[in-house]
């Protein structure tokens, strides 16, 4: 948690749906000026944790905006007129985009003056003042979403929730639209809670990560704590660590253990009881890979003969599968020289650096 | 030929001389047909809204009962409007049965299950979300039903076309509770069906020409509204 002032806490929150529990969320803080990023796969409930948190529907459990409780001491319309929400479609009304923008302050009921000064400062903002008299409908995907979030903005909100609002774009218009967003949000240190399912998206923007699945956060911190040390195994799939090995604790000494996977032994840092069940959480970038016979592997740790199963060509990178005598996934870039001479069913050696431990409760 | 030639000729000569009887016969089938078409609008949009926007045990049954409502045989209206006017009947002492206001009050029983149906329609179609989007710029709730009526316009407009020309058309209901009296409760469709009875078809032809030309003028500046709203 950040050490600013929270802006929104929720205690309690849970969602109930045809007696199903969908959302059970114990406590959440968003702190100011703070972009918290929730990634998780489809129905795991982040659209329905922002639905909740913005009071959409009925939920049960306490929602606090700067200390003060909605549906108590701050009645529900003035919370929703402190907030701003982007969809994943734009849902922009049948009209121009000029009015599309001024949508939210004629709901407000800013007088007309002031609502133009607003609506064309915010289209300026978003690079579309030349649409401003396009009708909504005639717009590309783009600029529809550049639309939407103009809107959302031009309210001047206190918290923004986002809600997969660049998904189903091309790179190119995504990218323009993630440079906006971040503009703006530089310049109006807005606090946001943006819930997607793409982890780049998720990092590019993030100041805190946290993981949800089954309508419940998994785990929350610092972006580079929940990409590289995931409490769960469900976190680590979340945040696309690719080889995850269930093995054993055979033996330890100081600050290491040996773990047996598959009559393999690993070595992991920390130390660890013999006989404990761990999962070893190994990302695809650290591990190396070299025509089997180069090199003298002697004293060298966590280095294995691997035969190539698959290799998967990607930008920039390929993905190699490998077969240790347990399956392990590398990342070898084009401009490597190794990358070259890989080929399917060629005997190779894979050298793990950096693997991360986590407790086996299944076992 | 002959007698299609001599209608249209005949026609021609009421229209620019502007014969009072039909003019009058006219200015009542407006009269009549518009301000019941107003009443359905109010009447339709309002609930057609509402039931689109609510949630309640039977509203399936309710819903099926608007589109029922929508294919409701304008004879099978007039004879239970004329039943709740009769003189012994629930309205009976209103004394308002063979009048335009038992016109109005049967054309309006027509129209209004045909804007509420297509309403509803419209309203439903709109994105899901939409709602939520609306609320989540912050609009009451009242706001938020206005901007989905705004949002659904076009459809409302096709929903207001289709009551008007379900009404404007409509002999039976029109006939039963109004009496076709000359000079009083006359409209342009059951003054047709008494020229043609008698035989007279030079004015029943003309009527029809009337009839339609109000129909087409009405319906085409409803759909100028309409096509102008259009995304292009």
């Known amino acids: 948690m950040s050490g600013s002032a929270p802006v929104l806490e929720a205690r309690n929150l849970l969602v109930v749906r045809g007696g199903t529990r969908v959302l059970n969320i114990p406590s959440l803080v968003v702190s100011e000026g703070e972009f918290l990023a929730l990634i998780g796969p489809n129905g795991a409930g982040k659209t329905t944790l922002l639905q909740a948190l913005s009071s959409l529907l009925p939920y049960k459990g306490e929602i606090l905006f700067r200390g003060q409780k909605i549906g108590a001491t701050l009645p529900v319309l003035q919370y929703r007129r402190k907030l701003a929400m982007v969809l994943q479609e734009p849902l922009l009304f049948n009209t121009t985009v000029y009015n599309n923008v001024a949508s939210g302050l004629k709901i407000r009921d800013v007088n007309k003056k002031d609502a133009s000064r607003i609506i064309m400062r915010t289209l300026d903002r978003f690079g579309i003042t030349d649409l401003k008299d396009r009708a909504a409908r005639t717009l590309s995907g783009g600029e529809a979403r550049k639309v939407s979030l103009a809107r959302a903005i031009a309210t001047s909100p206190e918290f923004l929730f986002l809600d997969e609002p660049f998904s189903g774009l091309d790179p190119v218009i995504r990218e323009a639209l993630i440079e906006d967003l971040e503009q703006v949000i530089k310049e109006t240190r807005i606090s946001t809670l943006f819930v997607t399912h793409d982890r780049e998206e998720a990092l590019r923007l993030s100041t805190r990560l946290g993981a949800m699945q089954s309508g419940e956060i998994l785990q929350i911190g610092s972006p580079h704590e929940v990409m590289h040390h995931p409490v769960k195994e469900s976190v680590a799939s979340l945040v696309g660590i690719e080889t995850i090995l269930r093995g054993e604790v055979v033996r330890k000494s100081r600050g290491s253990s040996v ?26 970038e650290n591990v190396g890979l070299r025509p089997s016979g180069t090199g003298d592997p002697a004293g060298e740790t966590n280095s294995f003969p691997a035969r190539i199963e698959k290799i998967v060509p990607l930008w920039l990178y390929r993905k190699v599968f490998l077969d240790c005598g347990f399956p392990l996934v590398a990342y070898v870039m084009d401009k490597d020289p190794t990358a070259m001479l890989l080929e399917e069913g060629m005997e190779v050696r894979a050298s793990v650096s950096k693997i991360h431990v986590i407790g086996d409760s299944s076992g | 030929m002959d007698l299609i030639f001599e209608g249209i000729k005949k026609a021609f000569v009421l229209l620019v001389t502007l014969d009072p009887e039909v003019m009058g016969v006219t200015f009542l089938s407006l009269k009549v047909s518009v301000t019941a078409t107003l009443i359905s609008l109010v009447l339709g949009v309002s609930v057609g809204v509402a039931l689109a926007l609510a949630r309640f045990p039977g509203r399936r049954v309710l819903v099926s009962l608007i589109n029922t409502g929508m294919a409701l045989p304008p004879v099978v209206v007039g004879l239970f409007v004329t039943i709740f006017l009769w003189r012994n009947g629930p309205f009976g002492f209103l004394g308002i049965l063979y009048t335009p206001l038992a016109m109005i009050i049967a054309q309006a029983v027509i129209a209004t299950p045909i804007v509420m ?81 008698r035989g007279n078809f030079d004015v029943a032809i003309a009527l029809s020409i009337i009839l339609l030309l109000l129909a087409y003028l009405i319906t085409l500046a409803l759909t100028q509204v309409q096509q102008k709203e259009r995304p292009r």
Do not use: D
């Open chain 2, 117 to 197: 149906g297509i309403s509803l329609a419209a309203v439903q179609q709109l994105p899901e979300k939409l709602q939520l989007q609306i609320l989540a710029l912050g609009a009451t709730r009242l706001q938020m039903v206005w901007i989905l009526v705004k949002e659904a316009r076009l459809s409302l407009l096709a929903a207001v076309m289709a009551g008007f020309g379900g009404v404007i058309s409509e002999v039976g209901a029109s006939m039963m509770v109004g009496g076709n009296i000359k000079g009083y409760s006359r409209v342009l469709t059951t003054a047709t069906v008494m020229e043609t009875g």
């Open chain 1, 259 to 284: 773990v047996s996977v598959a009559g393999k032994e690993i070595e992991v840092e920390g130390e660890w009881n013999p006989g404990e069940r761990v999962l070893l959480c190994i990302r695809a």
